[in-house]
């Protein structure tokens, strides 16, 4: 992060803030803060690769303010994750009622112990983008770890038969989470989402051809070492979400997350390696099309 002195008119000599959209942008943030970009954020094409917009069952009036909020913010495309097979539908319907949403299918691995049938029939969905959540959950382990393991798995093995993108979530499972991957093949489109490790297994998951995908914990000031990763993951496989309704950015923790705030996580990522967020917003637009086989433009 820059440590220069700014002033407050001027910031990094990149031109003259715009007096309405920049002030509200930058409220109250610390000097020296990534959140506190000259750049207008909201004039940027953004993507949120990974939020619950749907979330268990969200009313539709509630997903349409949010996809509205998320346009109004230049967040014009986003992908929403199912974590059951209940969820995964939902995620399904957000997507069939909203051309800038795509649905994934899959079970997390809290709930790893309900199975995974019937996800099958779910993949088969026309126009839906991704195997997962999945993955490994030893932080809360709400399903015990040999079930976990064996429907992350079947689901690996879903996303090769199925040709699509796999999501994975891991926390505190890194070993067991390169174990399986190996043992099932690693799939050609693989998302680490919520990317927490720092560089060590940052390189780990670039090895194996996956992406990383950077959440609002990025933003948070004790990330240090979750920023180095994202200083040294290639251009090719940065990705950004929100992770919402949960993992709220600065500067608006305290607030519930939503696909609007993805910006935030967009210029944090952009400090990190000293680049501009319009750079940032840019490249990973392109990666999400290419992971997920969207369209180029919307
Ligand atoms: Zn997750
Ligand atoms: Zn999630």
Redesign the pocket.
Known sequence: MNSEKKGPEQPEGRGPLRPDRDRREITSVPDGDPAQTPEDLTALRWVDNHCHVHHRGAPADQVTAQVEDAAAAGVTRLVTVGCDLDDSRAAIAAAAAHPEVYATAGV?PHDASGGIDGLEDLLRTPGLVAVG?CGLDYFYEHSPRDVQRRIFADQIALAHAHDLALMI?TRDAWDDTFDVLEAEGVPERTIF??FTGGPDEARRCLDLGAHLSFSGIVTFKHSDELREAAALCPDDRLLVET?SPYLTPHPHRGERNRPALVRFVGAAVAAARGRSAAEIAQLTWDNTARVYRLPAAQ
């Open positions: 997390h959540e979530h989402h919520c992770d």
